[in-house]
């Protein structure tokens, strides 16, 4: 059975980091591609970061508002997958889900986990 | 960047009613057009990709139509499972969704 665990939201003040973590199991992580999508309270779905697998260079891309902000990085040895969000700010606030990018779809979601931005 | 825009934004119909989602994309992105489900509390749950495949274990009353430009969702017989908020996503260049269309009880 695919899972998809995050963890690491928490209240953080405007400025500050948190570092989000997903771990992967029941599927070869190291062999796909990994998004991470964020939903502010009441809103709508919003890309965030993207990573290809090893075999395509492991680049990423990264949405407009948190381009130079955020780094998505990921361990295939622990089948990890990672959000370093920095200069955090309140529009950040949402929840983060991380997925597994399959063709280019979201197959999978894990939970979310929820990240505040408040001073 | 490709804008995707849902119509309605909410819709109210009953049990055992037909139901269409409407997503339009800002230019063409061919059939790279995913639906998702999402109730409440919950994650997102993909339903189609490629714009008309059906996922596996998804009903047959859901079904996705369109290419180019615009795009539809219909559920046929509206179960009470099926009260929920639907997206529609592109990913001909990255990745956009729609602002999601609440399906609600009449």
């Known amino acids: 059975e695919v899972q998809l665990v995050e963890s690491g939201g928490d209240l953080a003040k405007p400025g500050e980091s948190l570092r989000l973590s997903c771990a992967a199991s029941?599927?070869?992580?190291?062999?796909?591609?990994m998004n991470w999508v964020r939903q502010a309270p009441g809103k709508g779905l919003e890309w965030v970061a993207h990573?290809?697998?090893?075999?395509?260079?492991?680049?990423?891309d990264y949405a407009a508002p948190v381009k130079g902000r955020f780094i998505i990085s990921r361990d295939d040895s622990k089948n990890m997958l990672y959000l370093q969000m920095n200069g955090l700010k309140a529009e950040d606030t949402a929840v983060y889900y991380c997925?597994?990018?399959?063709?280019?779809?979201?197959?999978?979601w894990g939970q979310g986990t929820l990240v505040t931005v408040s001073s | 960047d490709i804008q995707m825009t849902q119509s309605p934004s909410t819709l109210s119909a009953s049990v055992g009613d037909r139901v269409t989602i409407t997503c339009r994309a800002s230019?063409?992105?061919?059939?790279?057009l995913a639906w998702y489900q999402q109730k409440p509390g919950k994650a997102p749950e993909l339903l189609i990709s490629?714009?008309?495949t059906l996922q596996s274990g998804v009903p047959s009353r859901f079904s996705g139509s369109g290419t180019g430009t615009e795009f539809t969702l219909t559920i046929t017989s509206l179960q009470p499972d099926d009260f929920a908020t639907y997206f529609c996503?592109?990913?001909?260049?990255?990745?956009?969704f729609g602002q999601g269309t609440k399906v609600e009880i009449k």
């Open positions: 997925t597994w990018n399959y063709y280019g779809w979201e197959k999978n």
């Open positions: 029941g599927f070869l992580f190291r062999t796909v591609w």
């Open positions: 990573i290809k697998k090893e075999s395509d260079g492991m680049t990423t």
């Open positions: 230019q063409s992105i061919s059939n790279r």
């Open positions: 490629q714009a008309s």
């Open positions: 996503q592109q990913y001909n260049t990255y990745w956009t």
